[in-house]
Every structure is written in structure tokens, then in C-alpha cells.
């Protein structure tokens, strides 16, 4: 029986296969798919909006249609990477079982999320316009993780308001610094994710004994 493609030009068949139509969100996941690749094998440089229409086998008036300017690619590729890490750290959390547990589990997700991706992530944080444009929505985004931890904190520990907020904010800096250094290869996860645990688990229950004498 003859195939479907049998006696079909190769190119051809690769042409009807870009041409096929797809869903908007999906066009749009997989010109952002398009962006990351290019940053990561040839730099920030090299993404223009002619060079994701090519590489997507789209005009460049569609990639138009769904992102204004390069800027808001960038900053919906940016946007992307941190709605994917904020959503398996809240599905890890809700796994915790005890408050060192919840501390080894978000980490986890963290560190693995900056081996992945940290090349991509900080080449995007490199670009001003970017950060710019992603200024608001990061600070917000960061505020909703304090204020979890610290309510967190505050049920394991004890500590007042203002001190779990200031532990949380070091604490933060903490496996932030974790996730560079393993984003560099300088140290593992599993090294790093120690260290992150035992620093944080470790320094707040000094902290709660020492403020309660």
C-alpha cells in the first residue's frame, strides 16, 4: 500500500508540515520555544523578530500579531521561565511535610530549575529593557514567596513579623547565590541543596533560641 507521502516531493512534504495551522497559544509557545533556543546557542544578540518569523516558518508580521516589540518577547520568554518554576515550587510545597521538608523540596526545584535553565534566565536578566518590563511583575512575584515562607516561618519558629521577614529576605539571597554556583558548575545540587537546607533550618532555630532567652 502506498503511503500518504509516496511520490510527494521531501521539501514539499516539509512545507505542508510548517504551513499546518496552529492553535494561537501554542504558535505563540513555540516562537518562544524558537527565542530560547537561538539565546542559547548563539547569545541575546542574535534573537530578532525576522530571525524567530525564519526560524518558525512564520512571517514576521505573526510574530508581530503576538508580541508588540522584541522587548516583550523577551520579557514573555522571562515571564514563562518564572511562571514554570513558581508553579513546581508550589506543587512541592503543598507535598511538605514538615517545615525542613518544605525548605529541601522548593530548593530542590529551585537548584534544578537554575541547572536547566540558568543560562537562559541570566542572559534575558542581562538585557535592561527587559528587566525593565518585567520590574513590577518580579517584585510582585517575590513578594508572594516571602510572604508564604514567613507565614511558615513564623508557625515553626515563633519569631516576630519583622524578623521572619529579614530572615526570609537573607534567606532568599541564600539559595539565589546556591543557584548560580550551580548554574556555573563551581558546586552539585545535591551539595548546594544541603548547604541551602542546613543553613536556613539551622540559623532559624538558633535565631528562635536565641531571641527567646
Not at 523578530?49 to 508588540?68: D, I
Not at 535553565?117 to 510582585?140: K, Y
Not at 510572604?147 to 539571597?173: C, H, N, Q, W
Request: no cysteine.
Amino acid at each position: 500500500m502506498m503511503g500518504l507521502n509516496d511520490g510527494m516531493d521531501p521539501m514539499a512534504a516539509v512545507e505542508t508540515r510548517k504551513r499546518t495551522r496552529l492553535a494561537p497559544e501554542v504558535r505563540r509557545s513555540l516562537i518562544l520555544d524558537d527565542a530560547a533556543r537561538v539565546i542559547l546557542e548563539e547569545g541575546l544578540t542574535a534573537v530578532s523578530m525576522e530571525r524567530l518569523g525564519r526560524e518558525s516558518a512564520v512571517s514576521k508580521a505573526l510574530v508581530y500579531n503576538y508580541f508588540p516589540s522584541r522587548d516583550f518577547l523577551l520579557a514573555a520568554l522571562l515571564q514563562r521561565e518564572q511562571l514554570d518554576l513558581d508553579s513546581r515550587g508550589a506543587e512541592r510545597a503543598l507535598e511538605a511535610q514538615s517545615y525542613e521538608e518544605l525548605i529541601r523540596q522548593t530548593t530542590r526545584v529551585y537548584l534544578e530549575h537554575t541547572k536547566a535553565r540558568g543560562a537562559l534566565i541570566q542572559a534575558l536578566l542581562a538585557d535592561p529593557s527587559v528587566v525593565r518590563l518585567m520590574e513590577a511583575e518580579s517584585a510582585a512575584a517575590r513578594e508572594r514567596t516571602i510572604r508564604y515562607f514567613v507565614k511558615e516561618t513564623r508557625r515553626e519558629f515563633g519569631l516576630s513579623l519583622p524578623v521572619a521577614i529579614s530572615a526570609m529576605d537573607l534567606f532568599m539571597s541564600l539559595t539565589d547565590r546556591a543557584g548560580k554556583q550551580v548554574a556555573e558548575g563551581s558546586i552539585d545540587i545535591e551539595t548546594a541543596e544541603t548547604m541551602v537546607v542546613q543553613i536556613i533550618t539551622g540559623g532559624l532555630r538558633k535565631l528562635a533560641d536565641g531571641l527567646a532567652q
